[in-house]
Every structure is written in structure tokens, then in C-alpha cells.
Nanobody, 115 residues
Framework: QVQFVESGGGLVQPGESLTLFCAASGSDLRPYILGWFRQIPGKQRELIAQITPIGVINYALSVKGRFTASRDNAKNTMTLQMSSLKPEDTGVYYC?????????WGQGTQVTVSS
């Protein structure tokens, strides 16, 4: 069972940037597609970016062009660089296997975009 721990969230103003981090333990993640998910208040958790083992990345339309995901297979980590943040990006962000989170969900990291 893989455990995921997210960090890096915070309060930022619209238009600012933020980088999120994901650390995984318990298994070698190299064979897996990994993803960043977010849960906006009142909505279901959604997949916003996924990275294949060879680094092919797909983004949800809502974040494409503003967010950049990456993974480090040697370190079992992922990052999500977020720029041009909007109030509608506010939510709790998680990492897990993709497209379906097969491991237990971590605590997530809260991102709040507000002036």
C-alpha cells in the first residue's frame, strides 16, 4: 500500500503562483500512472493532471496552460507548479495513482486563492 503526503499549500492572491509537493512511500511508483487531484468545496474530487511512468502528462482543461506537473521516479516524489491562480482553484489538493486513486487518500494540502 502506497502512502501519499501532500504539502506546499497556502493562501495566495489571484494571479500568483504556488508549488505543491507530493512524497510517496511504501512502494516503488515507477510502474504507475500518478496524478494530482483536487476537491473544490461542494464538488467531487477531480483529476487535474496525470503523468505516465515515461513522463507523458495530461491536464484537465481547467488548469491546462497554467499548471505544470512533474515526477521524480528516483525519489518517489511529484510536484505541481501552479501559476496564474484563480479563486476557482481554491480547494484541497491530493496526489495518488491515476486515473483512479487506488491508495488511501492523504490529508491533502489546502490551496486558497483570495484577495
Amino acid at each position: 500500500q502506497v502512502q501519499f503526503v501532500e504539502s506546499g499549500g497556502g493562501l495566495v492572491q489571484p494571479g500568483e503562483s504556488l508549488t505543491l509537493f507530493c512524497a510517496a512511500s511504501g512502494s516503488d511508483l515507477r510502474p504507475y500512472i500518478l496524478g494530482w487531484f483536487r476537491q473544490i468545496p461542494g464538488k467531487q474530487r477531480e483529476l487535474i493532471a496525470q503523468i505516465t511512468p515515461i513522463g507523458v502528462i495530461n491536464y484537465a482543461l481547467s488548469v491546462k496552460g497554467r499548471f505544470t506537473a512533474s515526477r521524480d521516479n528516483a525519489k518517489n516524489t511529484m510536484t505541481l507548479q501552479m501559476s496564474s491562480l484563480k479563486p476557482e482553484d481554491t480547494g484541497v489538493y491530493y496526489c495518488n495513482t491515476a486515473p483512479i486513486g487506488r491508495s488511501d487518500w492523504g490529508q491533502g494540502t489546502q490551496v486558497t486563492v483570495s484577495s
